[in-house]
Nanobody
Framework: QVQLVESGGGLVQAGGSLRLSCAASGRSFSSLAMAWFRQAPGEAREFAAADTWTSGTKYYGDIAQGRFTISRDNAKNTVYLQMNSLKPEDTAVYYC??????????????????WGQGTQVTVSS
């Protein structure tokens, strides 16, 4: 079993930045592909970014638009999402996800076995 705990959300003005963190425990972090998703009220869950086991490949969803960067620190069992140039439409709950089944990760939320509780990001105009 894997436990994921997100942090770093909050209220920020449009144009600002936030860095989300997700600390993992319960199994070897380096054997997990990690990802970030978000979900706004009444909306579907959207893929933001994924990082593979080896951290050699990262890929992004359309919502990232060159503004988001995913990274991981295997020594700290932590994955990050740096978000810059935030817009009000980025307001959502952001979730960290992990999979041990797909080494390359996935952009589909139902491919991930493990989820954090989410962290709220609110961008004011």
């Amino acid at each position: 079993q894997v436990q994921l705990v997100e942090s770093g959300g909050g209220l920020v003005q449009a144009g600002g930045s936030l860095r989300l963190s997700c600390a993992a425990s319960g199994r070897s972090f380096s054997s997990l592909a990690m990802a970030w998703f978000r979900q706004a009220p009444g909306e579907a869950r959207e893929f933001a970014a994924a990082d593979t086991w080896t951290s050699g490949t990262k890929y992004y969803g359309d919502i990232a638009q060159g503004r988001f960067t995913i990274s991981r620190d295997n020594a700290k069992n932590t994955v990050y999402l740096q978000m810059n140039s935030l817009k009000p439409e980025d307001t959502a709950v952001y979730y960290c996800a992990a999979t041990a089944r797909y080494s390359s990760g996935s952009s589909y939320w139902n491919d991930y076995e493990f989820w954090g509780q989410g962290t709220q990001v609110t961008v004011s105009s």
